[in-house]
């Protein structure tokens, strides 16, 4: 199994523009927590989904009846 870490200090400009750009629903959520951290936790965590499962495309994310995000090929 493949494992990363990464610090919310570490988060790029970069990184950021990426998610802004090819997941824009991903980026709006983020925007809208109160807390910078909090936002930049929601960025990265997706970073780190791309870099372990590879890119895709939004219309392949669902949710479960508890509301909690899972990919379809």
Do not use: H, W
């Amino acid at each position: 199994m493949k494992y990363k870490v990464a610090s919310i200090q570490d988060l790029t400009d970069y990184q950021v523009q990426l998610i802004k750009n090819s997941y824009p629903n991903r980026y709006e959520k983020a925007l809208k927590y109160k807390f910078e951290d909090d936002f930049k936790r929601c960025i990265l965590g997706y970073c780190l989904l791309i870099d372990l499962v590879g890119k895709f495309e939004e219309k392949n994310i669902f949710f479960n009846e508890f509301n909690k995000p899972f990919l379809c090929p």
